[in-house]
């Protein structure tokens, strides 16, 4: 059962990303990227992540994807749908990429995977809590400086030049 | 019980289809997303192997924040910069913004 | 012994020497000054000479230890050769002489240069001026004589060969300077010899001998590992160099004594105009009188005999030995030689030349037949009265060169050639000429009277000249010892001398005048004040010098003497263990020498007296003949023979043809070996063939070299512009690359066995 949910989703953020990707319409492609992000969430949800794909949502899907599609917006101009998808090393990009996803399936199911399988504890959220406050106070401190300095790179370098 | 492997290998796919996106798109923003899905295949990839492997620490889901805390910072100041450079150069190809090229 | 007085003795040649230094670097322009300079400098060099020469005479040891001062000065291998001067009889006896003879003729040289006279702005330089103006180089005149005196006075001085040798070539090389003073001097005759030929003659002839002499020293440096007097006359010394012989191509076995002492007797040879290196003599006499009295009469040529007396003592390590019968040889054949030659000169100065090569034969002689005190007697009191001679022949020809201008112009007459006799002299008038004078007794009493002392001196007039003292000594010990060659050849040396002394001083002085200039002649000019005095001084010395060696056996005035000459010096002989011995006294020599000297004067005065009585105009003659043209009284009865000796034995054209020609030709042929067939033509293909490869190497350059470095630049240029492709400025194609990177690395792990 949840195998076949698990296909569905996988099946899903593939498609959509694989849309993403090649798709004419810069606005449809941030579109499949909402529904990939979507899918991916599922994915977390399926792994017992359920924060994490709340988290997923709300940021990616939220806030990023909106972003993206402001910037579409204000580059419209630039790039309609008449405009070429592909630069001219897409044949080669796509023949790696293949390359690259064979070897990587080949590493990936050679593997023996050491896996354990334990229940997801109860107070997950809670010892996450914990420990972005606990053993890994300093890179959360980081991460909001991080988030700052972006802020401000961003609005300075985005900034209408007087 | 849905095998590791099948969590792993759809990362593996989603990675290469990011990895596609980002290497052969033309438009700034379709790079972006592209790199976007990338981090996405990373993240599928760090919750499949806390799930399946150390699930006491938070650690993967953890990481996973952060990325996606990064992630986040990094569209930001993307997204701002191609929307810069489109000012500057009234173009969002890629493939136009070479003024390194030797 | 006053070693505090004798120091000064360094001071002696130094003085003359810094005269000739502040003539040549200040005072030259300053005739008087330099002259003044010249003249303080020797009498200063006089005046110390005498005072130590005067309290040498009273130490008795003087000669077992001789004063010495030295200083260690050349480093040969790790031998200090010591140079330095020595202070000993013989050269107290010399030092007696030789400033004083210099002074004499420095004084003498103010009168006869014309210092004090006007300078005449048109007189050329190196040309004697005319009557009555100054010599126009006469401050260099006068600083050469004074480097001159230096040399001689340090040669006498010296304690050691190499010293010796180096102050003998000084006085050689002012010896040439001197006999070319006036360098500028050309005759009309091409044969006639220039002084600038003249002193290159005298250069070149001495040279061969001192070459020789040279070589001399250097095998006797190989021998002794010294060149010190007193070490190489040490007995033990000369008894090594008296044993050990070496082995000639022709004469064999040769003990090294006798090769020594004959090469070193060639350097006098050349020196003192013996023969066969006699021929440059009587051509110095182109250079001044005052030259002609200092350094070829009194003291240059002297300067053989005295290296001779000084090295006797190698000389005679091997007693009556070849080296001595060789000096005896030469030295008594020359003496006749020379005599003969002076008969038939026509030259007042070349004959007195001659006679000085006859005489200092009969010094070399009376060495070589080991008359050692005789010897040095004998050079002294030639000293004084030969310069006396030259001197009075210098005043002789001034005042007849005074008497021609007179006669010249004083009459009036310009027509006649006016120029003055610097150039082109000896076609008009020669004032040298003895034919040209006559009757000069009244007309230059001053000079007649000290000329015809010297005169007697030289011939060995009995008693009252010095000249009789030494000579007789000479022929006595000649005769003594059974030398009876060499004393037939000295008597017979001593007739012809008395025989053309007369000649000179009839000729000159008595009967008439034969030109208009000797009837002009006179001592009246302002010059003469200096030339007559100093032969006043040098005819009293002609006189009375040779009493100090007045045997004390001989007849009646040996009582009154004690001989000191031959006690100081035969002191130094018996300190040098050289043979001399005073001789037991023989009247036959005595007797010989005085028959000989009395009977030469008289035998020349009556051949000649017709002669010189005649006049301008010869007895019989209707016109008036020139007195060249008139022959000579012997030239009938000689006939050949006096050709021969006027021609002086041909010996200058043989040597002009054998040497001169022969190594002009030989240069010829080696200039053309040169220049033209063999090294020029080879050297100008070595040229041409470098050149060639030079240029092959400046085509390697620019084709093989240049192309590589080229080659690499453009290389380097175009691997470059192939490989900027690859930088391409787009973000996604490196990343292709990487991702190319990554996969194939993957790929390769994943197919890599474990």
């Not at chain 1, 300095?149 to 209408?160: F, K, L, N, P, Q």
């Not at chain 3, 060639?266 to 006699?278: E, Y």
């Not at chain 3, 005035?557 to 001399?580: C, D, M, Q, W, Y």
């Not at chain 3, 023979?641 to 010829?668: N, P």
Request: net charge neutral; glycine share 8%.
């Amino acid at each position: 059962m949840l195998q076949a949910v698990f296909i569905v989703l996988s099946l899903v953020t593939l498609g959509s990303a694989a849309m993403v990707v090649t798709s004419r319409s810069l606005f449809r492609s941030a579109l499949w990227l909402i529904l990939a992000f979507f899918g991916i969430a599922g994915i977390f949800i399926l792994l017992h992540a359920e924060f994490l794909a709340v988290v997923q949502v709300l940021i990616y899907i939220g806030a990023i994807s909106t972003l993206i599609i402001f910037a579409i917006m204000l580059s419209r101009n630039a790039m309609d749908v008449k405009g070429q998808r592909f630069n001219e090393q897409w044949g080669v990009v796509a023949g790696f990429s293949i390359l690259l996803f064979v070897i990587l399936l080949a590493l990936l199911t050679r593997v023996q995977w050491h896996v354990t399988a334990e229940p997801v504890p109860p107070d997950a959220i809670a010892r996450l809590g914990g420990a972005f406050v606990g053993p890994y106070v300093v890179p959360f401190e980081v991460a909001s400086v991080l988030l700052v300095v972006a802020m401000i790179g961003a609005i300075i370098i985005a900034r209408e030049r007087e | 019980m849905i095998p590791l492997t099948w969590y792993l290998v759809v990362a593996a796919g989603l990675f290469c289809i990011g990895l596609y996106g980002a290497l052969a798109r033309r438009n700034a923003v379709g790079v972006l997303m592209g790199i976007e899905l990338m981090l996405n295949a990373v993240n599928i990839n760090m919750v499949a192997f806390w799930r399946y492997g150390a699930v006491a620490q938070m650690t993967g889901q953890l990481f996973a924040i952060f990325v996606i805390t990064v992630a986040a910072a990094e569209a930001a100041v993307g997204l701002a910069l191609i929307i810069a450079i489109y000012r500057q150069r009234r173009t969002v190809n890629v493939e136009e913004i070479d003024s390194m090229k030797g | 012994m006053p070693t505090g007085l004798f120091n000064l003795v360094v001071l002696l040649p130094l003085l003359p020497l810094l005269a000739f230094v502040l003539i040549v670097l200040w005072t030259h322009n300053n005739k008087k000054l330099s002259a003044g300079l010249a003249i303080g400098g020797i009498g200063l060099s006089w005046l110390i000479s005498w005072v130590i020469v005067f309290s040498s005479f009273g130490i008795e040891e003087l000669a077992k230890a001789p004063f010495n001062i030295a200083r260690q000065w050349l480093l040969a291998g790790t031998n200090w050769q010591a140079f330095g001067f020595t202070l000993d009889p013989l050269a107290a006896v010399m030092l007696f002489m030789v400033p004083f003879v210099c002074l004499l003729i420095f004084i003498y040289s103010v009168g006869y240069m014309g210092v004090g006279k006007k300078s005449g702005e048109h007189d050329p330089r190196g040309v004697p001026s005319e009557p009555g103006h100054v010599d126009p180089l006469s401050s260099r005149f006068f600083a050469y004589i004074a480097l001159f005196a230096s040399a001689m006075i340090g040669l006498v001085l010296s304690d050691n060969f190499l010293l010796l040798f180096i102050f003998w070539e000084i006085m050689g090389l002012c010896s040439y300077l001197l006999i070319g003073f006036w360098f500028a001097r050309k005759y009309e005759d091409p044969k006639q010899i220039t002084p600038k030929q003249a002193g290159l003659k005298a250069f070149l002839t001495t040279r061969i001998g001192d070459t020789i002499m040279l070589a001399g020293i250097v095998l006797l440096y190989t021998q002794t590992s010294t060149l010190s007097f007193a070490e190489v006359f040490q007995p033990q010394a000369l008894e090594k160099l008296a044993t050990t012989t070496t082995s000639l191509p022709i004469f064999g076995a040769v003990p090294w004594a006798t090769l020594i002492s004959i090469l070193i007797f060639w350097g006098a040879i050349g020196k003192s105009a013996q023969f066969p290196l006699h021929t440059w003599l009587p051509d110095a006499m182109e250079g001044p009188t005052p030259v002609s009295a200092l350094i070829h009469a009194a003291t240059m040529v002297s300067a053989g005999v005295y290296l001779i007396i000084r090295a006797y003592p190698l000389m005679q390590a091997i007693p009556h030995g070849p080296a001595l019968q060789f000096i005896a040889f030469i030295g008594a054949f020359t003496a006749l030689f020379a005599a003969t030659i002076a008969l038939a000169q026509n030259d007042i100065k070349k004959v007195l030349a001659y006679s000085t090569i006859s005489q200092l034969g009969y010094m070399f002689a009376a060495l070589g037949i080991g008359a050692y005190v005789a010897a040095t007697f004998h050079l002294l009191m030639h000293a004084f009265f030969k310069a006396l001679l030259f001197l009075g022949s210098g005043s002789v020809i001034h005042g007849m060169e005074h008497g021609h201008h007179e006669a010249e112009h004083g009459h009036g007459d310009a027509s006649r050639e006016t120029r003055g006799h610097g150039e082109l002299a000896a076609s008009s008038f020669n004032p040298q000429d003895m034919r040209n004078m006559g009757g000069l007794f009244r007309r230059m009493p001053g000079t007649a009277w000290t000329f015809i002392i010297g005169g007697l001196a030289l011939s060995g007039f009995p008693i009252i000249t010095a000249g009789f003292w030494s000579k007789d000594e000479i022929l006595a010990e000649a005769f003594i010892n059974r030398h009876w060659i060499v004393f037939a050849a000295l008597a017979t040396a001593a007739l012809l001398t008395a025989f053309y002394t007369a000649r000179q001083v009839t000729l000159v002085f008595f009967g008439k005048p034969r030109t208009s200039a000797a009837q002009h002649a006179s001592e009246h000019d302002s010059i003469f004040k200096w030339m007559v005095p100093p032969l006043g001084v040098l005819a009293f010395f002609a006189i009375a010098a040779g009493w100090v060696g007045i045997p004390t056996e001989f007849p009646f005035l040996g009582r009154f003497s004690t001989n000191p000459f031959h006690h100081f010096v035969g002191k130094l002989a018996e300190a040098l263990e050289i043979e001399a011995p005073k001789l037991p006294f023989n009247l036959t020599p005595v007797a010989l020498s005085v028959i000989v000297a009395v009977g030469g004067l008289l035998l020349g005065w009556l051949v000649y007296r017709k002669y010189a009585a005649a006049g301008a105009v010869p007895v019989g003659a209707v016109e008036e003949v020139s007195p060249l043209e008139r022959p000579d009284p012997l030239q009938r009865p000689l006939g050949r023979v006096w050709v021969l000796w006027q021609g002086k034995y041909y010996f200058d054209e043989l040597y002009d043809k054998v040497f001169v020609q022969g190594t002009l030709r030989l240069s010829r042929w080696l200039f053309n070996v040169d220049d033209g067939w063999i090294i020029d033509p080879f050297v100008d293909w070595v040229g041409r063939f470098w050149r060639r490869v030079s240029e092959a190497s400046r085509w390697a350059d620019t084709h093989i070299v240049d192309a590589v470095v080229d080659g690499v630049g453009s290389v380097t240029q175009w691997s470059g512009n192939a490989v900027r492709t690859i930088q391409t400025g787009r973000v996604q194609n490196y990343l292709l690359v990487a991702l190319v990177t990554v996969s194939v690395l993957l790929g390769v792990f994943l197919l890599l066995p474990k």
